[in-house]
């Protein structure tokens, strides 16, 4: 298979124009794109890594869970749509041959459909792919070095549809980074997930559209992935539960893993296995995911009555400066979370038992 790594030669060309430019400058921000890039070639790079002890992770939540304090509400609602999905309809992913020219003209396609200017961003990157994209069995990853506003793209790919929403997704990454770069990924400014999110709602439609025999399994995905952020509200909501105030005092959180379990289960009224469940996967990483999917989701149904003003509403949140409160911000280009948040899950409800029938 083509694709299997990113061009070394490239990135080692990349790395001298940047150490030559830090040698002349002394600007501190170009380490950052140095070690980035340095650490791509050398496969290091890896998302949602922690440095420190389990409870300094667990400090680093509770500061999450405080500056996101004005989605801690709607978050608890979108949890409650739990007993609504139709799991026991979900059913879906099954192989595909998906060639690599296939793959790429979908992308291609996709994005020189979407809006002029993204379009324009897009086709700045898609020429570069020999050199910057790869695809991977594993997670996928895109960073850009953005002192050169380069991009480099590692797409998860297992014959399977998602693998066009995969690809999507990572190019809505590159293209968000070229409209407003933003180099810390997991803390502030919640919606780096954004717009990949909203792209992939638009992808499983034009997949619906274009490709015969993969609605059932495009709706399987929707119904997963609906699942797999349900769940994660209601673990932030148990997460903010516990934390209370130890949000303002973190201070106070206990020292040591298992005395943190313990406090859990103590607070929670729950049983140990729960709780090891909800410390599988940080608060942290759920929340810089969800809120963006529930805003997604809004954007999406804005999208089907009026396409322009959705996209132009999708800009300007993705290039919008730190704010204070992210809610407000929301609420003053009038998207208004969980609008749609039922509606979708009865949608997608909707059409799983069709597929069923």
Known sequence: MKYKQWNISKMNEQLAILRKLYRQTRNEDLLYDIDLLQSAKERNVKPFEYPGTFRDQL???????????????DISIFGELDPLLRRDLIDYEDEYNISTKDLLYFIHDFYREIDPEMARIFFKIFKERRDNLKFTPDRGITFTTDKLNYSYIAVARQDVVADYINAIHEYAHAIADR?????????????IELMPLFMQFLACDKMMEDFDNVSKDVTGYK??????????????????CYLGQLCFEPERLPRKKKEIITDMMTRLHTGKEEVLDLLDVSTLERLSYLIPYMTAIELYYLYKSDPERAIYTLKGIVTMPEQENYGIALADKEICLNEHSRKLTLDINRDLKTFRN
């Open 59 to 73: 400090i680093e939540e509770a500061i999450a869970v405080k500056d996101n304090i004005p989605f801690l509400e």
């Open 179 to 191: 409209l407003y770069y933003r180099n810390n990924y997991n803390s502030g400014y919640p919606f």
């Open 223 to 240: 119904a997963n992935e609906l699942d797999i952020f349900i769940q994660f509200a209601r673990s932030i909501d148990m997460m903010s």
